[in-house]
């Protein structure tokens, strides 16, 4: 959300049509003048209406030549007056008046803020990781909770993602200088003290390099960081050969 309008010209229109129809559905809640939504739609007019903003956005769109300077210039106005006009609106709106709805589909950051609960229930949601393995060690995992989505967020009833992993005997023989960072075996996360958390759905998990073919094997939750009883529940166990 933000409070600058679309830049392009499609853009543009494609707000202008969603807002007109939301504000005209929603002028009585709002609290919007029937006087300033006449302006408004005034300026907005139609196809058949000249000097109006969908007059010549229909001249825009006309793919016959009608593109003239003059064209240009009437829709760059009346796009200019919509913007105004819809601004003067959006800032006699009380703030008590915004929901979230409201903000989302106008495109605002106007309105009071959420009032922000105490959670109470464990956190539901299992956290499903997506890992590449990129070098050195290095990997990238992205975190979602839907299995058919790969939308990555951190879930609203959750702030942080929590790790836990062990580096454990894999391809390679150990050796001298990792013989007592490698187990050979980690059946869960309770069994490491290899923890890191993270307050982004995206983040990288370093590996030293010299543990190249040992497996990287972690476990993976969702977590609140004011209230780590609630934590979700773990996911994995998720293994990985160290590259």
Same mark, same amino acid.
């Given at each position: 959300?933000?409070?600058?309008?679309?830049?392009?010209?499609?853009?543009?229109?494609?707000?202008?049509?969603?807002?007109?129809?939301?504000?005209?559905?929603?002028? #009585?809640?709002?609290?919007?003048?029937?006087?300033?939504?006449?302006?408004?739609?005034?300026?907005?007019?139609?196809?058949?209406?000249?000097?109006?903003?969908?007059?010549?956005?229909?001249?825009?769109? =006309?793919?016959?030549? /009608?593109? /003239?300077?003059?064209?240009?210039?009437?829709?760059?106005?009346?796009?200019?007056?919509?913007?105004?006009?819809?601004?003067?609106?959006?800032?006699?709106?009380?703030?008590?008046?915004?929901?979230?709805? =409201?903000?989302?589909?106008?495109?605002?950051?106007?309105? *009071?803020?959420? /009032?922000?609960?105490?959670?109470?229930?464990?956190?539901?949601?299992?956290?499903?990781?997506?890992?590449?393995? *990129?070098?050195?060690?290095? +990997?990238?995992?992205?975190?979602?909770?839907?299995?058919?989505?790969?939308?990555?967020?951190?879930?609203?009833?959750?702030?942080?993602?929590?790790?836990?992993?062990?580096?454990?005997?894999?391809?390679?023989?150990?050796?001298?200088? /990792?013989?007592?960072?490698?187990?050979?075996?980690?059946?869960?996360?309770? =069994?490491?003290?290899?923890?890191?958390?993270?307050?982004?759905?995206?983040?990288? #998990?370093?590996?030293?390099?010299?543990?190249?073919? +040992?497996?990287?094997?972690?476990?993976?939750?969702?977590?609140?960081?004011?209230?780590?009883?609630?934590?979700?529940?773990?996911?994995?166990?998720?293994?990985?050969? #160290?590259?």
């Amino acid at each position: 959300m933000t409070k600058n309008f679309p830049t392009t010209i499609l853009g543009l229109f494609l707000y202008f049509v969603v807002v007109m129809a939301y504000l005209t559905a929603n002028a #009585v809640r709002l609290g919007i003048s029937t006087a300033k939504l006449t302006a408004l739609a005034a300026i907005y007019g139609d196809v058949d209406l000249p000097d109006t903003y969908m007059y010549f956005k229909a001249l825009w769109d =006309d793919a016959t030549g /009608t593109r /003239t300077r003059l064209v240009k210039a009437g829709l760059r106005a009346k796009s200019k007056e919509m913007r105004t006009a819809l601004s003067a609106i959006y800032n006699d709106i009380p703030a008590s008046k915004w929901t979230t709805a =409201d903000r989302e589909t106008l495109g605002r950051k106007t309105g *009071l803020p959420k /009032t922000k609960e105490t959670p109470t229930s464990p956190i539901s949601e299992v956290c499903i990781p997506d890992i590449v393995l *990129l070098t050195n060690g290095q +990997f990238a995992i992205s975190t979602r909770s839907r299995f058919d989505k790969k939308h990555y967020a951190i879930p609203e009833t959750a702030d942080m993602v929590e790790i836990m992993y062990a580096i454990v005997e894999g391809k390679r023989k150990i050796d001298e200088t /990792t013989d007592k960072k490698v187990l050979k075996v980690c059946d869960g996360p309770s =069994d490491t003290n290899n923890k890191e958390l993270f307050k982004t759905a995206k983040f990288q #998990v370093n590996v030293d390099p010299k543990f190249a073919g +040992f497996d990287f094997k972690f476990w993976i939750r969702w977590t609140l960081a004011s209230h780590r009883n609630l934590a979700g529940p773990w996911s994995g166990p998720h293994t990985h050969t #160290v590259g």
